[in-house]
């Protein structure tokens, strides 16, 4: 992509550097309000009391609840401004990192999350003590990890048009990408993600005497194995797409035949015709399989979260500026399957999602433990890391607001 050549120009350059220099006292307190909330993590849609910690970690802003338990608070001149978004939400993981600051509870920031708190309260605080151009939304939102999403709720609430946001900025702890490296990239960075329940319905009977029944299960099994073969058969080879199997479930004795039997999945996709073609197809596959063998098939499929797809122009004007403070920006921009409700944000204002690495050197093949395992745990460094992302991010993004 080629750069835009003004840029950095002086005043954004003035600006980045005030708040780089106004972040640098907040780490150490970044570090310790990490470890207070790694600590203590809520799973999702029972946040309160995480978001009640970071409220008394930022007592002179006025919060704004918003998704039930999550909030926002607002640095900055009136008129438009820039959000970044924060997830509050840990994970139903037992932790296996053996810090002394482990999860005192049975759920786990196995996604760091706790991380992501701590960079944007750094910078809130940073931000207090600048002259804004535009106004900086902080937005702790609940429930990312679950359906539905605390990121829709958001949007339909209203608060970020009444706030004139004009841009909606994340960051995200990325153990696939090199440690230190930042990747941005412009388009599909994460896929949409999809569920389905299939149901296929027989009738029951004595294993003995099959003939008399209508056994569902080797209906179900077809349609599993005819799942596999769905991405590889009807999807552009050049096109990412993912349909995974995560439950099956039939029966309830060795000696009968069932009624009934499901199996629910995900469908992932990074086109938008290829998920329109995969939720057809699918529900054709099962309905058309099933009446085959005499059987029934009821297909529901639940649609999630969207593409995230940044935006051009704020991977232009970030860029640079992520480079001018030292943070080496991915030639490669990470790209995966995974979803995030941030997508969501896109319905409203232009989005950037930054993936801040913490993996193993670029080249060696070589990555920590991923995201939601019990023992990943981002060193304290990506809080700095992440927290300079972010003020580029907000400089960059406040060039185009006004």
């Known amino acids: 992509m080629a750069p835009v ?47 009640e910690r970071l409220r008394h970690a930022l007592p002179t802003l006025k919060p704004h609840r918003v998704a039930d338990t999550g909030f926002l608070v607002r640095v900055g001149p009136p008129g438009p401004s820039i959000a970044l ?23 786990m920031h196995a996604c760091g999350h706790d991380v992501h708190m ?24 609940p429930r990312e990890e679950i359906q539905p999403c605390g990121a829709e709720d958001v949007v339909t609430s209203g608060l970020l048009a009444e706030q004139e946001v004009r841009a909606v900025i994340g960051g995200h702890v990325q153990p696939r990408v090199p440690a230190g490296v930042v990747s941005t990239g412009v388009g599909a960075v994460n896929a949409a993600a999809d569920q389905f329940d299939i149901t296929v319905h027989g009738q029951p009977g004595h294993s003995a005497y099959p003939h008399v029944a209508l056994d569902p299960i080797p209906a179900l099994a077809a349609i599993v194995l005819g799942l596999q073969e769905l991405v590889g058969r009807t999807i552009d080879p050049i096109h990412p797409a993912v349909i995974t199997v995560g439950r099956i479930h039939a029966g309830t004795a060795h000696n009968i035949i069932p009624e009934s039997g499901s199996v629910q999945g995900v469908i992932r ?39 995230l797809n940044n935006d051009r122009r704020l991977v232009q004007f970030v860029d640079p500026l992520l480079t001018h403070l030292g943070l080496p920006v991915a030639h490669e921009p990470f790209r995966s399957c995974g979803a995030d409700d941030f997508s969501h944000y896109s319905r409203i204002a ?53």
Do not use: C
């Not at 978004?85 to 759920?107: M, Y």
């Not at 993996?359 to 433990?369: I, L, M, Q």
């Open 350 to 402: 232009p989005i950037l999602m930054m993936f801040v690495g913490t993996g193993g050197p670029a080249g060696s093949g070589r990555h920590r433990v991923g995201l939601h395992h019990p023992t990943f745990l981002p060193p304290e460094e990506s809080i700095r890391q992440l927290a300079l992302a972010l003020a580029a991010a907000y400089v960059g993004a406040a060039q185009l607001a006004r």
């Open 5 to 51: 050549t003004t840029w950095p120009n002086a005043e954004a350059e003035r600006l980045l550097a005030d708040l780089v220099t106004h972040l640098g006292p907040q780490f150490p307190h970044a570090q310790a309000l990490r470890r207070e909330l790694h600590r203590h993590p809520d799973l999702s849609g029972a946040e309160r009391p995480t978001a």
């Open 118 to 141: 701590a960079a944007l309260w750094a910078l809130l605080q940073a931000a207090r003590h600048v002259e804004l151009p535009v106004g900086l939304v902080g937005l702790f939102q």
């Open 269 to 307: 996709t990074m086109n938008e015709a290829d998920r329109t073609h995969l939720h057809a197809a699918i529900r054709r596959l099962a309905e058309h399989t099933a009446a085959a063998r005499g059987a029934r098939a009821e297909v529901d499929i639940i649609v999630g979260d969207p593409m």
């Open 85 to 107: 978004r924060a997830e509050l939400d840990g994970l139903p993981v037992a932790e296996r990192t053996g810090v002394e600051w482990a999860s005192a509870n049975d759920a």
